[in-house]
């Protein structure tokens, strides 16, 4: 399985918190920046976070989103706090080499409600 497994999406309302979880089981991420994507009903998929030797954020999450990554395991994680409805997306974990970003999950669902 050459995808990675995405879990921790759901369902919380405004306010509240969720963590995701991204393992690559037959790769390893030692040594490429890994990334959090997000796609809403009808708009184009956008950066969330990324992180190598220090994470970047999107303006939009930026002090509500820590990503954080455990090479061991192969595993990517992203801690969201105060989210907003604003946040309802599909979520999405990559790898990045060659400039690009490769290995893209099926996406976990997080809905947000006011």
């Known amino acids: 399985q050459l995808q990675p497994v995405e879990s921790g999406g759901g369902s919380v309302q405004a306010g509240g918190s969720l963590t995701l979880s991204c393992t690559y089981p037959?790769?390893?991420?030692?040594?490429?920046?890994m990334g959090w994507f997000r796609q809403a009903p009808g708009k184009e998929r956008e950066f969330v976070a990324s992180?190598?030797?220090?994470?970047t954020y999107a303006d939009s999450v930026k002090g509500r989103f820590t990503i954080s990554r455990n090479n061991n395991r192969n595993t990517i994680s992203l801690q969201m706090n105060h989210l907003d409805v604003d946040d309802t997306a599909v979520y999405y974990c990559?790898?990045?080499?060659?400039?690009?970003?490769?290995?893209w999950g099926q996406g976990t669902q997080v809905t947000v409600s006011s």
């Open positions: 990559a790898r990045e080499y060659g400039s690009a970003w490769h290995d």
């Open positions: 037959h790769r390893t991420i030692t040594s490429v920046a």
């Open positions: 992180i190598s030797f220090r994470p």
